[in-house]
């Protein structure tokens, strides 16, 4: 009997499921404090030498916890690209600083001080501005999402130009044009960042924050009119009208306060609703007021801390001058061994509470507001953008520097 020459069915071919159209950012709040203190125990200890590597920790406990379809980002850089990124720019900053002060020496007693002024606040400037933008490459060079890095075009002298174009504009405004400055900078970023084959494209309008700006600006020229004014009044006589003054100048200043941090939240949600990259587009919905109050528990937690040991020597001030007696032993036990080592001990104390605060309380604080309140959307452009990726040879990015990240 023969049998027949049956080909079997092949099996359906198995799909990925779709990522789903639209997803939030999701920062997850793993340990930070024992990090923190770690890094800045190492820190002292090295003298310094040991904080490349703890901003890098920093960077990677905050990219790799910020997911995106159940995927976390990752940071790839290293405390030693970092170090060698510092050394980069010391030998980069340091001729300069050395050519100040030769021109300073042999410029002559009129024109050496002068031109060493143009010098140190044209160039140096200019130097940083450019090392900042090779910063930022570096950073999105090491930076991943499903295997796909990012990494950054054009150069630190077309981010310099830029700049010194818009800053002439914005002098010769009184800073009005501030706000077309910033979108001009991040427009130039922005416009050179890529993800993967993925070119960011920036279309961010600057109408409505110039009505904010508007506020701010004429804003701080009141600030500035009534501290003028105030110590005119004083010396006129008019105290009670110069202290009327000087009450309003501290709650114009909160106001003030407030009003930049609503300018930069209305930034920050207009310039990330302006940025898209293959199709992905990003939108957030980040409220003033969460900012505001983060930002507000946080000082009110720094004034609790310091209040402290202020407490402590008030009251140890007030019983010496209520028992005399007392007066030469405290101030032996003060001056002494033991009281020394406490002192030192509760100004670390200190320090490290107020590094934990800041870091804890403060910056992971906002990283989670601003994370939280991004949207991603049209995902199923990611699947286009990681197939390409993954069909190039050689990979994304593998031929750009390392280790020059002298921002930290």
Same mark, same amino acid.
């Given at each position: 009997?023969? !049998?027949?020459?049956?080909?079997?069915?092949?099996?359906?071919?198995?799909?990925?499921?779709?990522?789903?159209?639209?997803?939030?950012?999701?920062?997850?709040?793993?340990?930070? #404090?024992?990090?923190?203190?770690?890094?800045?125990?190492?820190? @002292?200890?090295?003298?310094?030498?040991?904080?490349?590597?703890?901003?890098?920790?920093?960077?990677?406990?905050?990219?790799?916890?910020?997911?995106? #379809?159940?995927?976390?980002?990752?940071?790839?850089?290293?405390?030693?690209?970092?170090?060698?990124?510092?050394?980069?720019?010391?030998? %980069?900053?340091?001729?300069?600083?050395?050519?100040?002060?030769?021109?300073?020496?042999?410029?002559?007693?009129?024109?050496?001080?002068?031109?060493?002024?143009?010098?140190?606040?044209?160039?140096?400037?200019?130097?940083?501005?450019?090392?900042?933008?090779?910063?930022?490459?570096?950073?999105?060079?090491?930076?991943?999402?499903?295997?796909?890095?990012?990494?950054?075009?054009?150069?630190?002298?077309?981010?310099?130009?830029?700049?010194?174009?818009?800053?002439?504009?914005?002098?010769?405004?009184?800073?009005?044009?501030?706000?077309?400055?910033?979108?001009?900078?991040?427009?130039?970023? @922005?416009?050179?960042?890529?993800?993967?084959?993925?070119?960011?494209?920036?279309?961010?309008?600057?109408?409505?924050?110039?009505?904010?700006?508007?506020?701010?600006?004429?804003?701080?020229?009141?600030?500035?009119?009534?501290?003028?004014?105030?110590?005119?009044?004083?010396?006129?006589?008019?105290?009670?009208?110069?202290?009327?003054?000087?009450?309003?100048?501290?709650?114009?200043?909160?106001?003030?306060?407030?009003?930049?941090?609503?300018?930069?939240?209305?930034?920050?949600?207009?310039?990330?609703?302006?940025?898209?990259?293959?199709?992905?587009?990003?939108?957030?919905?980040?409220?003033?007021? /969460?900012?505001?109050?983060?930002?507000?528990?946080?000082?009110?937690?720094?004034?609790?801390?310091?209040?402290?040991? %202020?407490?402590? /020597?008030?009251?140890? #001030?007030?019983?010496?001058?209520? /028992?005399?007696?007392?007066?030469?032993?405290?101030?032996?036990?003060?001056?002494?061994?033991?009281?020394?080592?406490? /002192?030192?001990?509760?100004?670390?104390?200190?320090?490290?509470?107020?590094?934990?605060?800041?870091?804890?309380?403060?910056?992971?604080?906002?990283?989670?507001?601003?994370? +939280?309140? !991004?949207? !991603?959307?049209?995902?199923?452009?990611?699947?286009?953008? @990681? +197939?390409?990726?993954?069909?190039?040879?050689?990979?994304?990015?593998?031929?750009?520097?390392?280790?020059?990240?002298?921002?930290?």
């Amino acid at each position: 009997m023969i !049998v027949p020459n049956i080909d079997p069915v092949p099996a359906p071919p198995v799909t990925e499921p779709a990522l789903p159209t639209n997803l939030r950012l999701v920062p997850v709040l793993a340990p930070l #404090a024992g990090l923190v203190i770690k890094g800045l125990l190492l820190t @002292i200890v090295t003298l310094g030498f040991y904080r490349f590597w703890y901003k890098t920790a920093l960077r990677r406990y905050y990219w790799n916890n910020t997911t995106l #379809a159940g995927d976390g980002f990752e940071y790839t850089g290293t405390g030693k690209e970092l170090f060698v990124g510092f050394l980069i720019g010391i030998a %980069i900053v340091l001729p300069l600083y050395f050519a100040v002060t030769l021109v300073s020496i042999f410029g002559g007693a009129l024109l050496g001080p002068i031109l060493a002024a143009v010098l140190t606040s044209g160039i140096a400037p200019a130097v940083f501005l450019m090392l900042a933008y090779r910063g930022r490459r570096y950073r999105l060079a090491r930076t991943r999402y499903y295997g796909v890095r990012f990494h950054q075009t054009g150069s630190g002298m077309g981010y310099l130009l830029r700049t010194v174009k818009w800053l002439i504009l914005t002098a010769l405004t009184l800073g009005i044009l501030v706000p077309y400055l910033r979108r001009a900078l991040e427009r130039y970023k @922005i416009e050179n960042t890529w993800y993967g084959s993925a070119q960011g494209s920036f279309a961010a309008p600057v109408k409505p924050l110039m009505k904010i700006w508007l506020v701010l600006w004429f804003g701080a020229l009141l600030v500035i009119f009534l501290s003028i004014g105030a110590p005119i009044l004083y010396s006129s006589g008019m105290t009670a009208l110069g202290g009327v003054l000087t009450a309003l100048l501290p709650m114009l200043g909160l106001a003030l306060w407030g009003v930049w941090v609503h300018y930069r939240v209305c930034e920050f949600r207009l310039f990330l609703a302006g940025t898209e990259f293959a199709g992905i587009t990003l939108e957030s919905g980040l409220r003033t007021r /969460s900012v505001i109050w983060a930002q507000v528990r946080y000082g009110l937690i720094l004034l609790a801390i310091v209040a402290v040991p %202020i407490g402590l /020597s008030v009251m140890t #001030a007030l019983k010496a001058k209520v /028992s005399p007696a007392m007066d030469g032993g405290l101030e032996t036990f003060l001056t002494g061994p033991l009281g020394g080592s406490l /002192s030192a001990l509760m100004a670390f104390g200190v320090f490290v509470l107020f590094a934990l605060v800041t870091e804890i309380l403060l910056r992971r604080r906002l990283w989670q507001l601003r994370a +939280q309140s !991004v949207t !991603v959307g049209n995902l199923g452009a990611l699947d286009r953008i @990681i +197939q390409q990726a993954g069909s190039e040879t050689g990979g994304v990015g593998d031929a750009f520097d390392t280790g020059f990240d002298v921002a930290g």
